[in-house]
């Protein structure tokens, strides 16, 4: 059932009590009832969209030339960032498991076989088909040599986790989802915690009780509440030296060269297609894992995209149309999540010569909108994205590479608290120019892998020395909220255990993007929800906790 959190009020007892309703949260709560458990989900916001709720993200502090405001970059309600993610489901890879002398600061304590189990699983949840994340180009013989081109991202075909599964967390006996519920603070006795506090966007305050409890809300979300909660219990999460709030990663992701695709095969393998498992998917071109640690390159993904919208100097009437929707702020709003849009809608553009652009290609406009429109918001599957192939065959290159883990890329509570008292964060994303210097390296494999075999060519936008600047200059992030809260062997070198219990605690645990120690080419999406799966079997497994009182949640103080 769906409630608020007035509602909630002396109802049964709960196994597990979850902080958050997003992908993690949800799909934890799903698995949990599937084998039997009473859960409680907490979810800050409302079943729609509200300003007041979603006030309650902002930050104190941050870089808007580096990272995205977090108004923007989180969604509270139900169904979290589910409501602003493209939808793109891809498995992390072995190599992003491994020892790497370039990544010595970070350690999975888990082998990555122990998440690649439940990715079958983690696919249905997410509506992407069948796990099939690699597969043959018909018609072009796999290249031999340093990149792949067999790996396949799928795309989710309902990407609301809420609506996915609305049907079953209406009606399911074992969940109760409870809104309008902002956790401000915990209540411990000794290692053990026996109580969350809660309160409604008008101030009601409740408390929440559970036999053990996850907080999902998110990477960053998830990491502000952990470091309020640590002002109370100092040895939380390793104490305050340790590495919660530290190692903060995003992507490296821009564009610094176009590709020319010779192949044909490869250039239709590069675009969206519904493949034989009933959702869209699509090739990606990624350096092999010998050539990675051969030259110390980050692990990349690289596909071609249409050239800026932003610059009419492309003087093609669908991207221009496509650009005056997005500065339409309004219209623009609903065709993507708002830190999409800002990347396309730079200040200072006049408006004049896309509009020349529309009218110069009317015909074309005309005829293209209206099956667009249809593929990406009516039909089922919906399309994912937007992409025009040409009979040239040359494109934007894309590149999404992983950042490399440093203690100084962090987050830490500010002096200013929000509209219910909990303590606003202080972002400070750091790039390093070494990871630029590395993807510099990355496209210069990439262009001779397919000058050698014969399938296209890089035409680099500026000198070799220039390209490291011009991608840090690109450098910004915000929606991929990586290793705040990192999974560790110790205290030392994590937040959370390999079972992801918060380190100082018996039955808190932590279930968000913050616990990967390293952030792959891959959007975390899919792997949130394997590790959703994964700490669900756990849960499950042990003994169900004793109930200490017949109602999960009293009223303790109403504002």
């Given at each position: 059932?769906?409630?608020?959190l007035?509602a909630?009020?002396a109802?049964?007892?709960h ?11 949800l799909?934890?709560a799903l698995?949990l009832?599937?084998?039997?458990l ?9 079943d ?7 006030d309650?993200a902002?930050?104190e502090?941050?870089?808007p030339?580096?990272?995205d405001?977090?108004r923007?970059?989180?969604?509270r309600?139900?169904?979290g960032?589910s409501?602003?993610w493209?939808a ?7 190599i992003?498991?491994?020892?790497r ?12 076989d122990?998440?690649?189990r ?6 249905e949840?997410?509506t992407?088909g069948?796990?099939v994340f690699?597969s ?14 067999h ?18 967390l ?12 902002t956790?401000?603070?915990a ?6 915690l026996?109580?969350?506090g ?9 408390e ?6 996850v907080i ?5 979300e998830?990491?502000?509440?952990l470091?309020?909660?640590q002002?109370g219990?100092?040895?939380?999460c ?8 530290r ?9 610094v ?11 239709a393998a590069?675009d969206?297609?519904i493949d ?7 090739h ?8 990675q640690?051969?030259?110390n390159?980050?692990n990349?993904?690289?596909w ?7 610059d009419?100097?492309h003087?093609d ?20 999540a ?7 809608v730079?200040g200072?553009?006049?408006?004049g010569p896309h509009?020349a652009?529309?009218l110069?290609g ?6 293209y909108?209206?099956?667009?429109f249809?593929?990406?918001y009516l039909?089922?599957p ?18 999404h590479?992983e ?9 830490r ?26 993807l ?7 262009d ?16 070799p020395?220039e ?5 840090l200059?690109l ?5 991929h ?10 205290p030392r ?5 390999r079972?992801?219990r918060c ?5 808190l ?6 616990v990967?120690?390293t ?8 792997t ?6 994964r700490?669900a079997?756990?849960l499950s497994a042990g ?11 009293v ?5």
């Open positions: 059932m769906i409630v608020p007035s909630a009020v109802r049964r007892r196994d597990v009590c979850i902080v958050g309703s997003g992908p993690a949260g799909s934890l698995e009832d599937r084998a039997g009473d859960v409680m989900v907490l979810e800050s916001g409302l729609g969209v509200s300003e007041a709720h979603q309650l902002a930050a502090r941050f870089d030339a580096r990272h405001d977090m923007i970059a989180t969604a309600r139900l169904g960032t409501n602003l493209g793109r489901c891809q498995p992390m890879d072995p992003d498991f491994a020892p002398p370039d990544l010595r600061e970070a350690h999975w304590p888990i082998a990555h122990e998440v690649a439940h990715y079958p699983r983690a696919a949840l997410l992407c069948a796990p690699e043959a180009i018909a018609g072009l013989d796999r290249p031999s040599g340093e990149f792949m081109a790996p396949v991202e799928r795309f989710a075909n309902e990407p609301a986790t809420q609506r996915a599964h609305r049907d079953r209406a009606t399911a006996p074992g969940i109760t989802v409870v809104t309008d519920a956790v401000t603070e209540r411990f006795e000794g290692d053990r026996v109580a969350l809660a309160a409604t966007r008008a101030g009601a305050r409740h929440i009780r559970a036999g053990r409890f999902a809300a998110g990477g960053l998830s990491t502000r509440l470091l309020a909660f002002r219990k100092p040895d939380l390793g104490g305050a030296r340790g590495p919660l709030g190692y903060y990663m995003g992507h490296l992701i821009g564009e060269a176009d590709i020319e695709i010779t192949a044909p095969e490869l250039d590069l969206f297609a034989a498992h009933g959702s869209y998917a699509r990606r071109l990624i350096p092999s894992p010998a050539l640690k051969a030259r390159l980050p990349t993904a690289f071609p995209v249409v050239p800026p919208v932003w009419a100097r003087r009437g669908i991207l221009s149309m496509v650009y005056l929707a997005f500065a339409f702020r309004p219209l623009g709003q609903r065709l993507v708002e830190a999409i849009r800002k990347r396309h730079p200072g553009v006049a408006a509009l652009n529309v110069r009317l015909r074309r406009v005309a005829l909108v209206p099956r667009f249809w593929r990406r039909a089922t919906r399309l994912p994205g937007f992409f025009l192939r040409n009979p040239a065959r040359r494109y934007a290159l894309a590149y590479a950042q490399s883990p440093r203690a100084e890329s962090r987050v509570l500010g002096r200013e608290s929000d509209a219910l008292g909990l303590p606003k964060l202080v972002i400070e994303l750091a790039f390093a120019r070494s990871d630029a210097e590395a510099t390296r990355a496209h210069e494999a990439l001779r892998w397919l000058r050698e075999n014969g399938l296209g060519r890089l035409h680099f936008r500026q000198s020395e390209t490291p600047a011009a991608i200059a450098a910004a992030h915000g929606t909220q990586i290793g705040t809260a990192r999974m560790g062997l110790t070198s994590g937040a959370v255990d079972d992801l380190f100082g605690t018996e039955n645990y932590l279930c968000s993007s913050a990967f120690p952030s792959g080419q891959c959007n975390p999406t899919l949130i929800v394997a590790l959703a799966c700490l079997a756990h003994t169900r906790a004793a109930a200490p009182e017949p109602d999960a949640a009223a303790v103080a109403a504002q």
